[in-house]
Structures are given as structure tokens and as C-alpha cells.
């Protein structure tokens, strides 16, 4: 019967393991030092050797040799553990075994010495699924087990192992295997295998395993399956429904052409092609994140799972783009492809997505915009951004837009409000007593009226007032809220002239110096809806 490649080539010893160097120097020399603890929890992605390094703890531990770091491989122990039927190993599935009845029993099987060889080990596969009942009921055994048993726990999530489990063993984190070495593993797999396949290939074989060296054969043995004894780098893309780098790079150049046609063109061609957006949508944002990588780090780089030639390729393709843009296009690209998840119309979102990115580029960063005034230059001009709501068809938000002008009301209506002196000094004393002394000073050489539910002020054109501050103040007097109109004019306020500031002339000059500054002057060219709040001397 045929034997897949990944059971078929599974390491037997250390000296086989890849990836792993931390995990096998540790247990290596611990049973070197015969310091063997009772209980082990494996931890890691799918397919990084959790379970394997396990069955070849056993046979070192139950070698005729051992126990010792280098088993022969031809003893019955050796052979049998290798084979799944030793009966001193017992391999436990918790996915199916999980509950309390299941690991009273196993406490039973603990008490009996091992029927053969030196030590009984209990190898529990997906440890996580285990009922927190059925874990307290191993507790005990666990923390104090015979002379002769030893617990390997094996999981993908260790952070649902209870800490009072975790406590009591030896944790050893799996990491995901480095591109190159899983390249490494399967061109020597295919050498003995007389397989003709090229690095593209394996590149294409490693990349769809994503560091786990089981998905990658299992994906190897799919391809030999397909094309026989000779892999081509495009069939197998095929098979496996990824993307080439030339399919994603018309992705990139569309960006540079700010073609959204293209985008468009794109989303067609994979539905027309029968290709899974959403798998798409994936690869593209792996596409970003390597283009990113690659600006940052450079080409020649282990952060990034492509070949030698492939990293020169993205680091060409980078070179057009900022880091900035990178980050910006593959955050909207995670963000569609969190869409995709649940979308009914994958399509339309796929391809709002790419217009995204296109509107993206063409965003102005607020560096560049003040970049236009540095000292000695003329002001930027704003570049246009163009967008799905165009500035030029909404108009801009202002946070503190002047009220329009008061209108005379009709005649034989309702009468003019009258000033009100008594709220003209309430509202400048509570403004200063809130530290709102600018809007205190303004409020006290301007002209106030109320009527109808509104306070409206008339400001000489020098001065500074908020309806914020004004609203602040109301609240403070305990006043019900009224809508505030503010305009510049001149004011007749000759009751209030003792409320007039007497601001200290420091103050006056740290303004008027302030103002007057090349590099104010042309902040407020490029930005002329920027109002100057307060000026504030950094010397005092």
C-alpha cells in the first residue's frame, strides 16, 4: 500500500529533525544528563514535528541502548514504536478521548509497570480538547506520577492548557520551519523520490505550507500526483489556486498608472477564471506585506518566503513606492479581505477594495503639505486627492466657521432685543474664572443681545471668540443651552468699556512677533482657515 511522503519520510532521530534546533538541544542533553522530566507539553503550528519529536523521546527513552540521545533504530522498541504498536507507548487522541472517564482510566493504566521496556510514555495528541474535569482528574497523576511514566502533552493551543497542568511540565514552544531549510528537505525528498522539480517549484510547494513542513509534503505529494515525475512551477500554482508574482505585480503597476480600469479588469478575469476572491484577496495582502518587508530589510532577506531571484523581483517592484503607501495599501487590503469573510457579494467588495488602493496613491501625506512651507520656500499647492467624494464637490468641514451676519428683523414683528449688561460681565467673569482669558477679553469689548433663544455677538475684527467657550460658560452659569451667533463688526458696548483687558504689553509683543514671523506668515498662506488661538512666550 502507498505511504504518503510526509509519513514516509517522517524523521526517526534527532540528527532528521529541521527547524527545531532549541527543542532538540534541550532534550538531547537532558537525557545525556538523565535529568528526564515526568510530563512535556509541545506546543506550536500544525506540522512543525510536535507528535514526532514525541514518538522519538520513546525511542530514545526505551531504546536497548538508552536511554540515550541517539537511538539505533533496530530494536523491537525502536522499530515498534516507529510502527505505532508499541505497548509501552501509548498514543492518545484527545480530540475523541477528551472526558473524565477517559483519563480516570488512563490513571488507572499508570499504576502497572510497562510491560517491556524501561518507560511507559503516554503521547496525548491535541491536549487543548481535554474537559477541564477530565484534566483535574489527571492532576494528581500528573504532578506525581511513577517512577516509570512520562506525559507528553501535544497541542496547537497551549494557552488552553490550565496553568495548574502547565505548572507541573516542561514547555517547549515549536516554532514554524524557515523557508529554506523546508526547501532544503523537499529537494532532498525529491532526489530520492527521482523527481525532477526546480526551485520555483519548491519555492511555490513551500510557500503554500507556511512554515509547516507536513503541509508542504502533503502539497509536494499533491503535485507528483498531478504532473507525474517532472513539477512545472505554473501547473503547480494551478493546482494549488496560487498567484504568480507577474499576476500580482499588474496589481502594483495599475497603483503606478492610476489605472482603475485595470483593477476592474482584474476582479473579471478571476471571476471569469472560476478563482476564489477571497484566496486572492489573501495572497494580495502577502504580496503587500512582502513588498513592505523587502523595502524595510532590503532583498536579501529571511523575512520574506521567496527565492533569491523572487526578493530582487520585490525589491525592484518597492522601489516605486513609499513605505508609506506599502502600509496604506496593506491595511486596506486586510481590511477587504475581514469583509470577504461574511460578504454576500464578494466581487463588489473585492473590487470597492482595489479602488481603494487607487485613491490611496493619490493621497497627500500632511509632511509633504508642510514640507511646501519650510523657510525660504513659497507655499505647496494642496494636491487633489482624488476620491469616491471629491473635495471639490464637498465642502470643507470648519470647526469654528463664523455665524452668518444677523439679519434686521422685520418690522412690527417682535421687538429688537436690548443689551444686557448684567450677562455681558456674568459671561465675561465666568470665561476668566474657567481660564478662557481670551474669550473673556473678547466677550468684554464686544456687544452682546439675547432674544429668542440666542446670544449674538459682535466682535471687533481683532478679536477671538468661540461658540465652544461661550456654550462652556452658559453651562457653567447654569443657564439653559441657547445657540450662539458670533460676527465681526464694530461693536457699541460704551457701558463695558471697564471690562476692557488691560493685557500686559509683553503679551501684545509676543504676538505681534509671533505673527509676524516669515514661517507664521506662510503657515497661514497655505492654511488660511487657520485661526492663531493663543501665543504663548517658551522663554518664561
Known sequence: MYQVIARKYRPQSFAE??????????????????????????????????????????RCLNCVDGPTAHPCGKCSSCLEVSAGNSPDVIEIDAASNRGINEMRELRENVRYRPARDRYKIFIIDEAHQITNEAFNALLKTLEEPPEWAVF???????????????????????????????????????TQEGIDADTETLAVLAQAGEGSVRDSLSALDQAIACCGAKLNAAEVRGLLGMFSLDSLAQITQALLDQDS??????????????????????????????????????SNTRLVAATPAEQERLASIAASFSEDDLTRYLQITLDVFKELQTSLQPRLHLEIGLLKLVHAGRLTSIEEALAGIAPGSAPAPVKKKASPASPASTPPVQHHAPAPSPQPAPPNTQPAAQPTGTLHSRLHDKLAELGLQFAADAVGVSEVTEGNGELRFIIPDDCLLYADD???????????????????????????TEMKPKRPAAIDDAEERALSHPDVKRFREAFPDAQVRTVRNLKE
Open 17 to 58: 529533525l529541521i527547524g527545531q534546533d532549541h527543542v532538540r538541544t534541550t532534550v538531547e542533553n537532558a537525557i545525556s544528563q538523565r535529568r528526564i522530566a515526568h510530563g512535556y507539553i509541545f506546543s506550536g503550528q500544525r506540522g512543525t514535528g510536535k507528535t514526532t519529536v514525541a514518538r522519538i523521546l520513546a
Open 261 to 298: 480600469h485595470r483593477m476592474l479588469d482584474v476582479v473579471m478575469e478571476l471571476e471569469r477564471n472560476g478563482r476564489n476572491l477571497q484566496h486572492f484577496c489573501r495572497e494580495l495582502a502577502r504580496y503587500f506585506r512582502n513588498l513592505l518587508v523587502v523595502k524595510v530589510a532590503g
Open 470 to 496: 461661550i456654550n462652556k460658560a452658559v453651562a457653567a452659569l447654569g443657564m439653559r443651552p441657547m445657540k450662539v451667533s458670533i460676527t465681526k463688526g464694530t461693536p457699541h458696548v460704551a457701558s463695558n
Open 152 to 190: 507528553v502533552l501535544c497541542t496547537t493551543e497551549s494557552h488552553k492548557i490550565p496553568t495548574t497542568i502547565a505548572s507541573r511540565c516542561q514547555q517547549f514552544s515549536f516554532r514554524s520551519v524557515d523557508f529554506a531549510e523546508v526547501v532544503g528537505r523537499m529537494e532532498w525528498i525529491c
